[in-house]
C-alpha cells in the first residue's frame, strides 16, 4: 500500500478543493439529469488522520480540524459530509476527492476515476468495490482524458489534481485541457493548482485562453504572503463553473481565510481574461 499522499491529507488545499467540489456537485444536481464526473489524478480515496503518515505532519489540524470545529456557513453542506465519514464523532477518516464524489452521486450519475501508480489504484479498486455507478482505471490521467471526453450524459465535470512532482505538468495539463476541451466544449472542470512560484501557473492560464477555454473563474486562498518560494496557498482553475458557483465562493473564500489564516492569508476571485 502506499499513503505518500497522505501526509498532506486534510490540509489547507485539500480543504478548498474539495469543498469546492462539492458546492459544484450540489449545483450540478440541481437539474435532474444524470451527471458524468472524471477524476483524472483520483488518489486513494480515502485518508486516515490516526495513521503514520498523517501522524507526522498532522497537517489536517491546520485545515479540516479548524474547519470542522469552527463550521462556517458557507462550508455547512462540506463539513456535513466529512462529518458523514467519522460517525463517532472523532476525525479519522479524511474523505478525498473520490469519496465526496461518490457520496454525492444519485442513481444514473457517474464517476470515473483514474490513477496512474498501480499499488493507489489497487487500494482504490478495494474503496469503490461496493459504489455503483464507479470506475476505476489504471490510467494515465492525460490519456484518461483522451478516453472519456466527451461523455455520453453531456454533463459533468472534470476533476484534475496532480501533484506536480513532474516539471512539465503545466504544460501537459494545458495541452489535455485545451484538447479536451475543444473535444467537450461544454464540459466543467476544476484545476487544482498550488501558489508557489507564480509564473508555471500563469503560464497555464495564458496556454488555456490561448488554446480557446473561456469562462475561467480563479479562486485562490493564501494562508502566508506569496514569496515565490514556499507554498503559501492554493488555487483552483474553474472552467465553465456551474451556475451559482461565483456567488458561493465570494462567501466560502472570506469565511475559510477567516478560519485557516486570519493575520497573514489572503483569498481572490476573478474571471480570467478579464481586467
Ligand atoms: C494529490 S493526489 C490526488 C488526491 C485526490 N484527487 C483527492 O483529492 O483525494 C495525486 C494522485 O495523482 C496520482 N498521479 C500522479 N501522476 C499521475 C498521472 N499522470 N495520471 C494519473 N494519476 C497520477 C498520484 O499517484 C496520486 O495518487
Same mark, same amino acid.
Given at each position: ?16 478543493? =474539495? ?9 450540478? =444536481? ?22 503514520? !503518515? *498523517?501522524?507526522?505532519?498532522? !497537517? ?10 469552527? %463550521?462556517? @456557513? ?13 460517525? &463517532? ?10 469519496? $465526496? ?15 496512474? =501508480? ?13 459504489? &455503483? ?9 492525460? !490519456? ?10 453531456? %454533463?459533468?465535470?472534470? $476533476? ?8 512539465? !505538468? ?8 485545451? #484538447?479536451?476541451? %475543444? ?39 493564501? $494562508? ?5 518560494? &514556499?507554498? *503559501?496557498? &492554493? ?6 463553473? @456551474? ?8 462567501? #466560502? ?23
Amino acid at each position: 500500500m502506499n499513503y505518500r499522499h497522505a501526509y498532506h491529507a486534510g490540509n489547507h488545499g485539500d480543504v478548498l478543493k =474539495h469543498a469546492v467540489l462539492a458546492a459544484s456537485i450540489e449545483r450540478l =444536481h440541481e437539474k435532474p439529469t444524470p451527471v458524468f464526473m472524471l477524476d483524472t489524478h483520483a488518489g486513494i480515496g480515502t485518508y486516515d488522520l490516526s495513521g503514520v !503518515e *498523517a501522524g507526522k505532519t498532522e !497537517e489536517w489540524r491546520q485545515g479540516i480540524g479548524p474547519v470542522l470545529a469552527a %463550521r462556517p @456557513p458557507a462550508l455547512s453542506a462540506y463539513c456535513t459530509h466529512v462529518e458523514s465519514f467519522n460517525r &463517532s464523532g472523532e476525525l479519522t477518516c479524511y474523505p478525498g476527492s473520490p469519496a $465526496i464524489a461518490a457520496a454525492m452521486m444519485r442513481a444514473g450519475d457517474r464517476l470515473v476515476l483514474s490513477e496512474l =501508480h498501480p499499488d493507489d489504484a489497487e487500494t482504490l479498486r478495494h474503496w469503490a468495490y461496493d459504489k &455503483s455507478g464507479v470506475a476505476v482505471h489504471q490510467r494515465d490521467a492525460y !490519456e484518461s482524458i483522451k478516453a472519456f471526453l466527451p461523455p455520453r450524459e453531456g %454533463r459533468g465535470l472534470v $476533476i484534475v489534481d496532480p501533484p506536480y512532482e513532474v516539471t512539465d !505538468e503545466y504544460d501537459r495539463l494545458a495541452k489535455a485541457i485545451v #484538447a479536451g476541451h %475543444r473535444r467537450w466544449p461544454g464540459g466543467r472542470w476544476m484545476i487544482w493548482h498550488p501558489v508557489k512560484d507564480r509564473a508555471p501557473v500563469w503560464r497555464l492560464m495564458d496556454a488555456l485562453m490561448a488554446g480557446g477555454v473561456e469562462k475561467m473563474l480563479a479562486a485562490e486562498l493564501l $494562508i502566508r504572503p506569496a514569496d515565490g518560494v &514556499s507554498l *503559501a496557498g &492554493s488555487g483552483l482553475i474553474l472552467v465553465n463553473p @456551474p451556475f451559482g458557483l461565483e456567488n458561493w465562493l465570494a462567501e #466560502a473564500l472570506p469565511q475559510l481565510q477567516a478560519v485557516l489564516a486570519p493575520q497573514h492569508g489572503s483569498h481572490a476571485l476573478r474571471w480570467l481574461g478579464t481586467s
